[in-house]
């Protein structure tokens, strides 16, 4: 099997720092694990507490912790230092290699869809407290045997709220689906749902939006890994 993964992310309109945060570590035992943060509110505030969150977790994972029990130990240390009064959500999509499993651990809801090959996307909805609320946070773990077609997509909340302020909503599953039919493909899903989300925000998002695709595709398991970054960098 071949993993195709892309991401696609954008800062809430008119500030100037993200509190969205997106980092891939690999697994010590094979595998890749990706990791989004998405600090409370916005500004350099809210990536502050993305980037604690994200180094502990990420220094979990890359010590071989499990998923849910770095989840738990970003929780711990995010109660213990802000006292209960900042949160932060969390994804973790990890292809464990030696189970050939996908491990979906989420923490305060995040906009989770799967695809299986022949379905329709569908929403993982099991609640999730956030974390750095409540010491004794668990997040939701659930998992995907990894096979061919399979489509897992992430999304902070400006994705799901995007259109919010106008009244204007959308069903994400639907979005994801469209664009599948057209291009089955991890970078037009990413591409196209941040696309669909910033026009119904009329160009100026309503906070700041990330989106994650991962696609399972039948392919060699043997080759090169190849990674690709597009962003933009202000004029001097």
Known sequence: MHISVAVSKVGKWAVGESGDLLEMVERPRGGLSLVLVDGQSSGSGARAVAVQV????????AEGVRDGAAARAANDMLYAQRSGKVSATLVILS???DSHTLIITRCGNPAIFVRQSGDIATSLDEEAAPLGFYRTTRP???HVMLEPGLLAVAGTDGLVHAGSRSGTGWYIPDAIEGIW????TARAVADGLLEQAMELDSGRPGDDTSVIALHV???SPVGPRR????MPVPDA
């Open 217 to 219: 595709q039948s392919g």
């Open 227 to 230: 990674l690709t970054v597009e």
């Open 95 to 97: 292809v464990e290699q």
């Open 54 to 61: 994200m180094r502990k977790v990420i220094s979990e994972l």
């Open 140 to 142: 939701a773990v659930d």
């Open 181 to 184: 039919q057209i291009t089955p």
